[in-house]
């Protein structure tokens, strides 16, 4: 089989790819590792930046996230029992949007399936050949069926686990990493949500996030310890302990309800560089981790595809290698911003095993400041809503 770019990876990252080049006409074949069902069963964050939406619209893939999606125009923080809100329409005169992660994965495979993309699931043993030379292939198996697609391109979207970053050789790669010291437990439960807004808690028996999917389903989180299994929490266990983190003028108007889904998710730091090895180039969890705080791992996954898509056009539709050439360094610039506010976030709403009192004071002392400074609020908004591409 011969293509113009073969993606490895068929989540929201390898997707949308797919789907931007197709509306190009650049042919692309999709390799997914596990079954449709499968990857449509991830539960992950729900909050869309701007430039995901716009990314979304081009690719002609919006129309149900513009019935179903939910604008968010703020967000409230909450420590030492109160609140505030930071409004981004107001700062930033923009929005995110509240759409599962689930729902743009599922309205990706639908786009790709009715324009007839070829998407190959349940493969094993890829294995990307001359990613140097400009003529890479990628082989692989299905069953027993051993298999080989020439290409121009390959694009990395296999996530943390793929095989695309181990393929840039180790000494040329760079790699730094930040694990932290606790983990997220997440519920979702039938119940209308706490606020109409999110809640990111900060309180002195750890991080709690309200969040939602829509008006009858919601999202909770509270930080727990990396020991800790979900089996080791009750529904009741969760619930009294989200009410001890955020203030009680929404625990006493908290709807609980049974879960139907408990998790636990550790929390990392990562980036590898360069996100480049000639004729490969890598784009989201492949190449980068973000922890959930900021909500920025699928928005971070995007501005990627959104250099890698534009980068191959001015190819295929210019002959320009300006656009590869330049991919790895664009892309990084944007990431370590999206690093930065994922760790300053996480930095400042989570409880730390190691914490002194003075980091305690540190924290609230920069939450007041976030609270009475325009200027803070600002900044924050607009990593919130999403830096420029
Ligand atoms: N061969 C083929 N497919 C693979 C391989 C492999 N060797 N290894 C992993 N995959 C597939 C996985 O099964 C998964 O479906 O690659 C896909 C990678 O998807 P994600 O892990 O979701 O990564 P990405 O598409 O970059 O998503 C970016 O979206 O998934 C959310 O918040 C999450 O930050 C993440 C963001
Ligand atoms: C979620 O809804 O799962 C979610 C929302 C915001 C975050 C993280 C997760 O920062």
Redesign the pocket.
Known sequence: MKTQTVI???????LLLSQLLHTRGIDSIV????TKDY?LG?I??GVLERGLVSLLREAGVADRLDKEGMPHDGTLISYNDTAFRVDFAKLTNSHVVVYG?TEVTRDLYAAREKAGGQIEFN?ED?VIHDAESDAPYVTYRVGDDARRIDCDFVAG???????SRQTIPADKRQEFEKIYPFGWLGILSKTPPVDHELIYANSPRGFALCSMRNENLSRYYVQCPLTDKPEDWSDEAFWAELKRRIPSEYADKLVTGPSIEKSIAPLRSFVTEPMRWGRLFL????AH?VPPTGAK??NT?ASDVHYLYNALRDFYENNSQAGIDAYSEKALARVWKAERFSWWFSSLMHRYPDQTEFDQKMQVAELEFLRASPAAQQAMAENYVGLPY
């Open positions: 490895i990876g068929g989540g929201p990252s390898g390799l997914e590792r596990k990857v991830r992950r964050a992660q493969v890829v979207c296999d996530g943390f686990h793929g095989v784009c989201g969890d492949a981790i791992g699928l996954a």
